[in-house]
């Protein structure tokens, strides 16, 4: 297999390490999260997908943008490995998906596939390939990294039409200091400024690590740093909700114990053109976790999407401006939590 096939080991390793995490709800994220209503079956499009729905149908306009539903293809690994991406494809079509977003360009698919016939694949099964996770940096020369072959990661990128191309790698290159995360901005201008030439956007996925703070000077918070020390038109962000509620619990106070609240939902609201892309990922609130939520299909946790989506959509000029990506790192059923929810999103409407 070619070089860009090859699965991203920093990426494999953050993935398979955060999927044991539980998470635990804090008096100020139960605050900031709405509960999800009891489940009640539903067809989720004309597509013939069913699950579980907390909005009544018929209420609304829809709060998902059409076009606009992708999958993060990690969360559908296992399926790729025995079936491969044909299949994979098939279902996600038949589920009412409209994108896709890779974590390596094979997954251990059952036998070689070319970036040409995974395009391919995509555009026959109605998905559109709107992005891709690659690692930020190794010590091995010859990885396939933005520090290590930019130009190989961006060829690749090309070739299958993505729009955009990222990391799901925090910015914790040099170190967790202001001055660490300033390099690391610095960095991820490069990959941004090499990927606007492409005619792509380069963004950054956040995990909960990011929005701790600063070794330095405890009063700074690292993600505030990223935000301004990386130049709006060149480096874009992918809010994984889930885990900017895990940060959210896990560092609404500083280390010497004083409030330091945030709002994740703040930060698109402030900012909603640095956030074309979103991963919806829910969780159950646990509070006998230190993170505050178990992982669980969407629809089936306590992440009030209906309230989180329309409030980005809503934004003047931003209904059909951004992505929005189901995942599961570690899904019970893969094609069932595809399934789920799907027919969960597209049954959300809008309060009237």
Same mark, same amino acid.
């Given at each position: $297999?070619s070089?860009?096939?090859?699965?991203?080991?920093?990426?494999?390793h953050r993935?398979?390490r955060r999927g $044991?995490?539980?998470?635990?709800?804090g008096?100020?994220a139960a605050a900031l999260?709405g509960?999800a209503a009891p489940?009640?079956a539903?067809t #989720?499009?004309a597509?013939?997908?069913?699950?579980?729905?907390?909005?009544?149908? #018929?209420?609304g306009?829809?709060?998902l943008?059409?076009?606009?539903?992708?999958?993060?293809?990690?969360?559908l690994?296992?399926?790729?490995?025995t079936l491969g991406?044909?299949p994979?494809f098939?279902?996600l079509?038949?589920y009412?998906y409209?994108?896709?977003e890779?974590?390596?360009?094979?997954q251990g698919?059952?036998g070689?596939?070319t970036?040409?016939?995974?395009?391919r694949?995509?555009?026959?099964?109605?998905?559109n390939?709107i992005g891709?996770h690659?690692g930020?940096?190794?010590?091995?020369?010859g990885?396939?990294?933005f520090?290590?072959?930019?130009?190989?990661?961006?060829?690749?990128?090309q070739?299958?039409?993505l729009?955009h191309?990222g990391?799901?790698?925090?910015?914790?290159r040099?170190?967790?200091?202001?001055d660490a995360w300033k390099?690391a901005?610095?960095d991820?201008n490069?990959?941004g400024a090499a990927?606007?030439?492409r005619? $792509?956007?380069?963004y950054?996925h956040n995990?909960?690590?990011?929005?701790?703070?600063?070794?330095?000077?405890p009063?700074v918070?690292?993600?505030d740093?990223?935000l301004k020390e990386?130049d709006?038109d060149?480096? =874009?962000?992918? $809010?994984?909700?889930?885990?900017? =509620?895990?940060g959210?619990?896990?560092?609404?106070?500083?280390?010497?114990?004083?409030p330091?609240?945030f709002?994740?939902?703040?930060?698109v609201l402030?900012?909603?053109?640095?956030y074309?892309?979103?991963?919806?990922?829910?969780?159950?609130?646990?509070?006998s976790n230190?993170y505050g939520?178990n992982m669980?299909?969407?629809?089936?946790g306590?992440?009030d999407?209906?309230?989180f989506?329309?409030a980005?959509?809503r934004?003047?000029?931003?209904?059909m401006?951004?992505h929005?990506?189901?995942?599961?790192d570690?899904?019970a059923?893969?094609?069932t939590?595809a399934?789920r929810s799907s027919a969960?999103?597209?049954?959300l409407?809008?309060?009237c």
């Amino acid at each position: $297999m070619s070089r860009f096939s090859q699965p991203d080991p920093e990426l494999t390793h953050r993935l398979s390490r955060r999927g $044991m995490l539980g998470v635990a709800a804090g008096a100020t994220a139960a605050a900031l999260l709405g509960a999800a209503a009891p489940a009640t079956a539903a067809t #989720g499009n004309a597509t013939g997908a069913t699950g579980t729905a907390s909005e009544a149908k #018929g209420r609304g306009r829809p709060v998902l943008p059409p076009g606009r539903l992708g999958i993060q293809l990690y969360s559908l690994r296992d399926k790729v490995s025995t079936l491969g991406f044909g299949p994979v494809f098939a279902e996600l079509e038949r589920y009412g998906y409209d994108e896709v977003e890779f974590a390596g360009y094979t997954q251990g698919s059952a036998g070689p596939i070319t970036l040409a016939q995974l395009k391919r694949l995509a555009r026959n099964h109605g998905l559109n390939p709107i992005g891709s996770h690659v690692g930020y940096y190794s010590n091995d020369p010859g990885a396939y990294t933005f520090a290590q072959n930019l130009t190989k990661v961006l060829d690749d990128a090309q070739a299958l039409g993505l729009k955009h191309i990222g990391t799901a790698a925090g910015p914790f290159r040099y170190g967790s200091t202001v001055d660490a995360w300033k390099r690391a901005a610095e960095d991820f201008n490069t990959y941004g400024a090499a990927a606007k030439a492409r005619g $792509m956007k380069f963004y950054q996925h956040n995990h909960s690590e990011e929005f701790s703070f600063a070794t330095d000077n405890p009063k700074v918070r690292l993600y505030d740093i990223l935000l301004k020390e990386t130049d709006p038109d060149l480096v =874009y962000l992918e $809010m994984d909700i889930y885990w900017a =509620y895990v940060g959210q619990f896990r560092f609404s106070k500083r280390p010497d114990g004083t409030p330091a609240p945030f709002e994740p939902l703040n930060y698109v609201l402030r900012r909603p053109d640095r956030y074309p892309l979103f991963h919806v990922k829910d969780g159950e609130s646990d509070p006998s976790n230190p993170y505050g939520y178990n992982m669980t299909d969407v629809g089936d946790g306590d992440i009030d999407y209906q309230r989180f989506i329309s409030a980005v959509t809503r934004l003047r000029g931003h209904r059909m401006a951004h992505h929005w990506q189901a995942e599961h790192d570690n899904p019970a059923e893969s094609f069932t939590f595809a399934r789920r929810s799907s027919a969960h999103l597209h049954s959300l409407r809008e309060k009237c």
